[in-house]
């Protein structure tokens, strides 16, 4: 069974930085795609960014050049670095990993690490 480790929320000033952390411990048969998502109070949980195996990356439009996302293919890890926070980024990311195709698929997620941005 994969699981998944994030760390490195907390709580930031407006205009401030995080930088998130995750990783999946599929030792064999690594994700095809990473990604986090983030669930604010009382709304769904939305998609923020994913990368692929082969680094193709994917954005929402309400994260696009404040936030980047890197992989550690070699390790399963990946990364969201969030730059220019503002309180509505507030919200518990969850970080995912999913696997489709040959070998066993799977689709794990952490337990989610709390951001929170103050104004």
């Known amino acids: 069974q994969v699981q998944v480790v994030e760390s490195g929320g907390g709580l930031v000033q407006a205009g401030g930085s995080l930088r998130l952390s995750c990783a999946a411990s599929a030792y064999i048969f690594s994700p095809n795609v990473m990604g986090w998502y983030r669930q604010a109070p009382g709304k769904q949980r939305e998609l923020v960014a994913t990368?692929?195996?082969?680094?193709?990356?994917n954005y929402v439009d309400f994260v696009k050049g404040r936030f980047t996302i890197s992989r550690d293919g070699a390790e399963n890890k990946v990364s969201l670095q969030m730059n220019s926070l503002k309180p509505e980024d507030t919200a518990v990311y969850y970080c995912?990993?999913?696997?489709?195709?040959?070998?066993?698929?799977?689709?794990?997620w952490g337990q989610g690490t709390q951001v929170t941005v103050s104004s």
């Open positions: 995912n990993a999913k696997r489709t195709g040959w070998g066993p698929n799977y689709d794990a």
């Open positions: 990368i692929s195996s082969a680094g193709s990356t």
